[in-house]
Structures are given as C-alpha cells and as structure tokens.
C-alpha cells in the first residue's frame, strides 16, 4: 500500500518522468555506437580485400552496405543526446556536423560506384583511400 502510495506520488509530481528520459536517452546513444560499429565491421571488411585480396567480388556490396549505413548517421545523430564518447560539439555545431557526415558519405558513394561491375580492389583503392573516419572523429569525438 505504502509503495503504491508512493508510486501515486511520484507520477503526480512528474518525477517518472526522469529515469524514462535517461532510458531513452541511452538507447539513442547506444542506436548510434551500433551504426558506428556497423561502419567498422564494413571497413575492416574492406581493408582485408584491399590488402589481402580476400573475396574481391564483394568489394562493391561493403562499400554499397557502408553507403546504407553513411545514409543513417544523420537520424541516428540528431536527437540532442549527449553522452557516450561525443563531444558536446555535435549539436552545438550542427551544421558543420551534418557538413561532415555529408561529405563522408560522398566519399562512399564515389568509391562504390568506382567498385561497380567487378572493378578490380586495387583500382578503388584510391578511392577508398579519400574515405576519411578520422576527419570527423578528430573534431567530434572524445579520445
Ligand atoms: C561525421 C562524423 C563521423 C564519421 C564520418 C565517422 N564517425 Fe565514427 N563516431 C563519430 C562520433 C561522434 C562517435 C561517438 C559516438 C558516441 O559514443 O556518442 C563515433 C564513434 C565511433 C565508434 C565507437 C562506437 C562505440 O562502440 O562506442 C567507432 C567504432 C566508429 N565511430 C567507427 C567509425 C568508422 C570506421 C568510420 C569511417 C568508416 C567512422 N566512424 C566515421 C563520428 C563519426
């Protein structure tokens, strides 16, 4: 009864409200370090074809499954979440973020239509090589 009574209280103060926010707020968070991780897997992916020549003919469809994955970054970025390792800059410099994602993702882009119709790993290379993580992580993600 007294918990109940409690609990009565609680919502009627609107103090529920709070872990509900949190629990969301770290699912956003953790949506996003997936799609990140879902990016890695893709390039690690990738690297091996380009450095060891294991199965060149599904070169295209990584690239083609990290320009899917490219084309998230703005949904899975734009609730104002902050935590995780991204820095505050994300949402407070919005623009030049989103500038960032964009330009990433035509990096992509541009190295998937290259891998198109069997193009050799070695050919793309050059392509794959402009892709750049680094770029963004620099500036928006903490150490
Ligand atoms: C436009 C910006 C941007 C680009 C481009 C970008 N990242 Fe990230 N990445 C971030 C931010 C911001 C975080 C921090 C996310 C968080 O924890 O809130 C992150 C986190 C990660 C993480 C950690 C995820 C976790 O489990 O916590 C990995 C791995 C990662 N990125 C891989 C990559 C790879 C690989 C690429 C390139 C192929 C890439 N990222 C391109 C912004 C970017």
Request: proline fraction near 5%.
């Amino acid at each position: 009864m007294r918990i109940l009574l409690t609990s009565a209280l609680l919502a009627a103060l609107g103090l529920f409200d709070v872990p509900a926010r949190a629990a969301e707020r770290s699912a956003v968070i953790e949506y996003r370090q997936q799609v990140m991780r879902t990016l890695e897997a893709q390039f690690q992916a990738i690297m091996l074809i380009v450095t060891r020549d294991t199965s060149p003919e599904n070169l295209h469809s990584h690239l083609s499954a990290a320009l899917l994955t490219a084309r998230m970054l703005p949904r899975a970025f734009e609730p104002r979440a902050p935590g995780g390792s991204s820095l505050p800059q994300v949402w407070t410099q919005w623009d030049d973020f989103a500038k960032h994602v964009r330009e990433f993702e035509a990096s992509v882009a541009i190295a998937a239509e290259a891998a198109r119709n069997g193009t050799k790993p070695a050919d793309v290379l050059y392509h794959i090589d402009a892709i750049s993580c680094r770029d963004c992580h620099d500036l928006y993600r903490r150490d």
